[in-house]
């Protein structure tokens, strides 16, 4: 660090800050303000800076600011010297305008000159401001660009913010660097643990402020303060329970303390007997407690607490988190035992008085739908060879949304799938059928698995198919960032699910008959209306083949971005979307055949001769090509090519057959050296038409060989 720089500390005090939002607001805060160094030309090692955050602060660290701004250069171009001078080499009131604008005299006016000739220029410099002097608009800027989607206000002020600010250091080095910004005096006092150290901490410098804090209970770091966490709950943990503290409850948890202490706690046993979803979801998400398991991952009744404070008395706080939890976890208990009062499918009659949507009915009618979709399905996989039941299927899309009408899960909705599970396994359902209920909703998030049994993967499809088929018909895709049905989510889990677990279905096919099940009406209803207000009736036929059309575009859509999550170069993809294969698991063996092509040696070359025959071929657009004729070929590079490719349709034959597409490009890359010759020794341009289309036709059956997988011509050229 030189004498002319020093670590720069910015800190504003709060009432509590959203803990979901808090590290999103730090991040911004930090590059707000390192931004703003940048922008001004203040030098700074913004590389280095560092992000600070607690529930009741935002702050950042930035190590090497200058005090200074640099010597400020400024720099206007004036008129052209024709426009700024007359006839006797004295200045036009232009010349003499501009010089006045910019402060200056005309002899101390510089020239400079570019394509257009000679030109006046005013160049002037002066001393950089003070960076003590720039920082309230750096950090008032850098408050006003955070992503505060609902801003507060306090006391009678005109200023708004998150919540309401309390304090603000500023520290440049050692010195106070003065500034007032939403209505706070910038100095060196922050503040502790709000229990712990109630009174102000005087902070020396910049560098001493992460101390300074931590020895008034304050952890600043978040990284730091995650530490402490995990140390806490690890420390807590009865012998032989194995908390079970998830990434998101963590960071949770992490930002609502500020000084954590784990608390061991416990509840009463009998309460295990309720679903341990529904208890893991009220200690997880309505509490922020860490369940704890046992070795087979079974839930115990132990749980941690973390406290924000290092209490005396650690015992009532204790019996304050069980105290809390005991209510929600009774409710649970009694939703619980009165679900199970009537089978899961008493539930279905329920469904008939709930609107899925206007055009497509109620929900027992979109479960119908789903039925007969997932009865399809079933058969044409049995057809493929994968051993489905038709009947369990349609079972399982019979009962897929009665949970939906159980008091548990219009307690906990969250618990939807899960609790359809567990009441299908006591209600005497088949347990595939009490699986599909719960896997079929798979994948829940991004990272997710698909579900893992046949009938899962089937309702997960058919649900999916419906879902995405009825809502595209009535008009309500999605556009920008809407998607109210997520219909993105949806789209990507019915292509994992196809691709992932293999199964060979004609997407295009099922979309004609989820659309076949929709009735006219919705159909009309996803039509805009004309100028005048109308709307013209389409022909159901018309309007369902466009649809199909659509909505397969739109699953394919989704796949370029899984395709790149994977590390697949997004010319692999598109060679194989030019063929739009209807079965994804193909499009998959083909996409991963085309990567692997991709890497041999005669990749390149073979992809630069499909795009000379497709350009050839485009050129000639409208003429019919037929069978290549024999007695048309010359001997040499044309007829070994006509020889290299008959022995490469041989042998491909059962690569074919198979669905071995790296076997078929790798057979297929041998006629690299005949295609080689062939360009090198045959003009395929001919005058003489017969010769020209005949050696078109062999081009064309050459490139329609590798067209079997994918146009390779959109993959790198040599």
Known sequence: MSPATAPLLIELGTEELPPKALDELATAFASGICD?????????????????????????????????????????????ANIGLDANGQPTPALLGFAAKNGLAVDQLQRTTDAKGERFVARSE?????????????????????????????????????????????????????????????????????????????VVDAESWLDALRAAKVLADPAERRARVRAEVARVAPAGAVPRLSDALLDEIANLTEWPVGIACAFERDFLAVPQEALVTTMETNQKFVPAFDADGRLTEHFIGVANIDSKDPAEIRKGYERVIRPRFADAKFFFDEDLESPLAAQQEALKSVTYQQSLGSVWDKTLRVAELARVIANRLRDTGIDVDAALATRAAALSKCDLMTRMVGEFPELQGTMGRYYATASGEHADVALALDEFYRPRFAGDGIAQGRVGQV?????????????????????????????????????????????????RAQFDEALAQLPDSALAAGVPKGKDGRVVAPDPAERRAALATELYDFIIDRLRGYYVDRGVPAEAFEAVRELAPPDLADFDRRVRAVVEFAALPEARALAAANKRINNLLRQTAGIGLGAVDDALLEDGAERALREAYRAALVDAKPYVEQRDYVGLLRRLATLREPIDRYFEDVMVMVDDERVRANRLSLLGAVAGSFLAVADISQLPAA
């Open 36 to 80: 703003g160094l940048v922008k001004r030309g203040i030098a700074a090692d913004v590389a280095a800076a560092r992000r600070y955050c607690s529930p009741r602060r935002l702050a950042v660290l930035v190590p090497d600011v200058a005090a200074q701004q640099p010597l400020q250069k400024s720099e206007a171009l004036g008129p052209y």
């Open 126 to 202: 002066k001393p950089g401001q003070p960076t003590a002097a720039l920082l309230p608009e750096i950090v008032g800027d850098a408050l006003k660009a955070l992503p505060i989607p609902k801003p507060m206000r306090w006391g009678d002020h005109d200023y708004s913010f998150v919540r309401p600010a309390h304090w603000l250091v500023i520290l440049h080095g050692d010195a106070v660097v003065d500034a007032q910004v939403l209505g706070l005096r910038s100095g060196r006092s922050s503040r502790g643990h709000r229990f712990h150290h109630p009174q102000p901490v005087h």
């Open 459 to 507: 309702l997960a499809v058919a649900e999916r198919i419906d879902t995405l088929a009825g809502i595209f018909a009535v008009g309500m895709k999605p556009s920008g960032n809407k998607d109210p049905f997520a219909l993105r989510r949806a789209a990507l889990g019915l292509a994992r699910t196809l691709i992932e677990g293999g199964l060979a279905l004609d997407l």
